[in-house]
């Protein structure tokens, strides 16, 4: 079968506009590791796939997947040591205020779960995030996602720019002012919630602001902004659905910039593809949860996600992945940086871990974002073997995210391969 007709029968199995990558999409047939195959056999290094966390295909992942299958597999509403255990295993990776857990399988129903139980410890209902920042896609969840520059002023969200030093929301201001003046564009938006009778219940923050980016974050930030929501009555949620098992090089995105959150949301890589997503928080917030909204999903907190989501972490813990993500994925946007004085339309060069974003832009004067160029740029690399995408608020941000495997080798490669597109644009 073509691809074309493949296309075709999945324009009427799946409607048209369920999206697909690149000018001329990939049929990809099998995962090892940090590579993908498509259907004629070509291998590309994934640089984007941040769930295969421990790597595609990994056999430690698959083996305690059936093993489990094989045994038993149920809903949560029996006894079960194992999921127990991986509650446990969880909430010991993360800071003491962390102790229970209330398992699902999205990051969007975990961020939900996050926003009722913040709700019901505090008196408000209102909710602060970014602006330029996705969550999920939920009706609640989604009313929350890119809100763009003009967010709403009324109803029970706001959003404030998300912090960066690239494109300051002001110009001139020191590292400290920069941080303040954030911090300010919060309180405002606290303010309103306040004034328009919703009350204030938390700030929803990814750790290290992904989709936004990733920005350099103005130093201080993440601390001053948490001591204002206490000091408000609310509540930090971290979403750690991209920043958290690894990824920035510590276990939790929240170590990398340097916050303790209340309510801490992970998904994505719990599983590495089998959906796994967790709402942790004290006790205490759970069991007011548990109490008022007699909460159950039916494939959460299963004895195949325990069995699946210990051998993740076993799997990381084995393979020394957080090191490696940060001593590779440090390497990296080192590189990257380099890059930055070489090539004009590279804006800047950053990231945690193995996370990383570049910034594509038409100058370096004025920062003008070329989210044209960084979709072309994402093609080239395509068409070189290696698979990345784009964020942040202009769409022009490549963005570097692959499994946690991911080698030096590897980052060599791309970085070859990255300097033969800029010859190739004429940079
Ligand atoms: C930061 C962040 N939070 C939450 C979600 C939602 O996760 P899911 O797609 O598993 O619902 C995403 C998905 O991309 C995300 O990037």
Redo the contacts with the bound molecule.
């Keep these: 079968m073509t691809t074309e007709s493949l296309q075709r029968r999945r324009d009427l199995a799946l409607g048209s506009g369920a999206e697909l990558f690149y000018d001329e999409p990939l049929e990809i047939v099998q995962g090892e590791g940090a590579y993908l195959f498509d259907s004629k056999g070509r291998r590309y290094v994934d640089m984007y796939n941040n769930v295969p966390v421990v790597g595609h295909g990994n056999e430690a992942v698959v083996e305690a997947m059936a093993k489990q299958q094989a045994t038993l597999n149920t809903h949560s509403r029996y006894l079960h040591e194992g999921i127990v255990a991986f509650a446990e295993r969880l909430t010991g990776l993360h800071h003491d205020g962390i102790e229970s857990v209330v398992f699902g399988c ?4 975990a ?1 939900e779960v996050a926003v009722q139980i913040a709700r019901l410890a505090t008196s408000g209902r209102g909710i602060v995030c970014t602006d330029s ?5 939920t009706e609640l ?1 989604g009313s929350m996602s890119y809100l763009g520059e003009n967010p709403p002023q009324s109803g029970e969200i706001r959003a404030f720019p998300f912090p960066e030093r690239y494109r300051p929301i002001e110009s001139g201001l020191s590292k400290d002012e920069l941080a303040d003046r954030y911090v300010d564009s919060v309180a405002a938006c606290i303010e309103s919630l306040k004034k328009d009778g919703e009350g204030f219940s938390a700030l929803l923050i ?1 750790s290290i602001f ?2 936004e980016g990733p920005p350099e974050i103005p130093a201080g930030f993440m601390a001053k902004v948490t001591e204002l929501v206490h000091r408000e009555g609310g509540l930090v949620i971290a ?1 750690e ?3 958290g098992y690894g990824r920035t090089g510590r276990w939790w995105g929240y170590e990398a910039t340097d916050f303790l959150p209340d309510i801490v ?1 992970t ?2 890589p719990m599983g590495n593809g089998l ?1 796994i ?1 967790a709402t942790a928080t004290r006790k205490e917030l759970v069991d007011a949860f548990r109490a008022e909204k007699d909460y159950f999903n039916t494939c959460a907190a299963s004895p195949s996600q325990a069995a699946v989501g210990m051998a993740v972490i076993d799997e990381i813990e084995r393979l020394d992945l957080v090191s490696n993500a940060e001593n590779v994925g440090g390497r990296l946007t080192r590189e990257l940086k380099d890059r930055v004085d070489r090539y004009d339309v590279v804006g800047d060069a950053r990231g945690f871990g193995l996370f990383v974003g570049v910034e594509i832009v038409k100058d370096k004067g004025s920062k003008e974002p070329d989210a044209l160029l960084t979709l072309e740029l994402s093609d080239r690399l395509k068409d070189k073997g290696f698979l990345v995408s784009y964020s942040g608020r202009y769409n022009n941000v490549v963005k570097v995210r692959p499994p946690l495997v991911f080698t030096d080798q590897n980052a060599d490669d791309f970085l070859a391969a990255f300097d033969e597109c800029m010859n190739e644009i004429g940079e």
Excluded: L, R
Excluded at 106 to 109: K, L, P, Q, R, Y
């Design positions: 999205s990051g969007t129903e961020i920042t996705y969550h999920g896609n969840v990814c992904a989709n979403d659905v991209q920043a949301v998904g994505k959906p997503s």
